[in-house]
């Protein structure tokens, strides 16, 4: 999880690219917008650190104990991780 710090400066860096945008028009206070650009990181970190638990709960279920870190380990990791993050985003 990124520190409440390290989301705010990114938050910032975000902000001043949108305002950047020749295709965007910030007409909200810009403190609203951090905050909201704050809560929306925070909102994704949070279901990445949950999914992260979820397929290393599962691939630790696994009978023949698969070694994290290994070549295997990995490739399970990435695919489970990708179908995890598929079914949160379609709800």
Do not use: N
């Amino acid at each position: 999880m990124l520190s409440e710090d390290k989301i705010s400066h990114l938050s910032h860096i975000i902000l001043q690219v949108v305002k950047k945008s020749p295709l965007v028009t910030v007409q909200a206070d810009e403190g609203r917008v951090l905050k909201e650009i704050k809560r929306v990181l925070a909102s994704e970190l949070a279901q990445e650190e949950e999914i992260d638990r979820k397929v290393k709960a599962k691939l630790a279920s696994y009978s023949r104990g698969i070694v994290e870190g290994s070549a295997e380990w990995d490739v399970l990791y990435r695919k489970m991780f990708e179908e995890e993050t598929r079914k949160h985003t379609k709800a």
